[in-house]
């Protein structure tokens, strides 16, 4: 039985300053980095052995991923590291406050933003100065694919493609996988793997830096569900 392990990133910088982050890549906090520790430590004491890891390409779920492998003495396994596990990117709010950003627009229409299934944020245009166009890490991304914001349908849409191609193979051939990544891009995998409705997702919360378990039949559905 194949077991899953979903971890978002530690608390962020940004985290900490409660701004909306999205594709912008910034750092773990220290409480960040103390979360990522905790955490290694806790798969070490479940004693649970990975064989394949997988990441975004932002810091903040790289390092979280790295601090927990070497503190569960598994730094050494293979990892693959992709766009599609990144943020849901939030458009046009990103670098806002978000306290700031209900005050202007509202409690309901932030917490629509943040939380609804189908509901985009405001776009980022594509000759904005903090397009992911411009940067070299999506340089080789057709641009089509390169998006100016994200509600959690469009997330799970460029999520799936990933999981069917690399991580269900992996399952499937029996391997035990580690998916470090974020609040929304987990929400999506979430709401894929237990099948919740459109409705309910918006009652799911991610905790930073906590290691949430599944163990998998054969046909990868949810036998058990363990947060650490
Ligand atoms: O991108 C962000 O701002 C956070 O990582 C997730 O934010 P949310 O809880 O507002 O979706």
Do not use: C
């Not at 693959?80 to 709010?93: D, F, I, M």
């Not at 340089?139 to 959690?152: M, R, S, T, Y």
């Not at 029996?174 to 995998?189: D, E, M, W, Y």
Request: net charge negative; no cysteine; charged share 30%.
């Amino acid at each position: 039985m194949p077991k899953l392990v979903f971890i978002r990133h530690g608390q962020s910088e940004w985290n900490l300053k409660n701004l909306f982050t999205g594709w912008v890549d910034v750092n773990l906090s220290e409480q960040g980095v103390q979360e990522a520790t905790e955490a290694g430590k806790k798969l070490k004491e479940a004693g649970i052995e990975f064989d394949q890891a997988y990441t975004s390409v932002l810091t903040r779920a790289i390092k979280t991923l790295h601090i927990a492998l070497e503190e569960s003495d598994q730094l050494w396994i293979p990892e693959t590291k992709t766009w599609r596990l990144n943020e849901r990117h939030y458009g046009a709010l990103q670098g806002q406050n978000k306290k700031e950003a209900a005050e202007k627009f509202g409690e309901e229409q932030v917490h629509t933003w943040r939380r609804s299934y189908d509901v985009l944020p405001p776009l980022l245009k594509s000759d904005d100065e903090g397009s992911a166009l411009n940067e070299r890490r999506y340089a080789n991304l057709d641009p089509h694919v390169v998006p100016g914001g994200e509600n959690l349908k469009v997330t799970l849409e460029r999520v799936m493609p990933f999981w069917e191609d690399h991580i269900a193979p992996d399952l499937l051939a029996g391997k035990n996988v580690i998916i470090a990544a974020h609040g929304n891009s987990l929400r999506a995998l979430t709401k894929y793997l237990e099948g919740i409705s459109d409705d309910d997702i918006i009652n799911l919360e991610m905790a930073t830096g906590q290691p949430v378990v599944y163990d998998l039949d054969d046909k990868l559905n949810v036998i058990n569900k363990e947060k650490l």
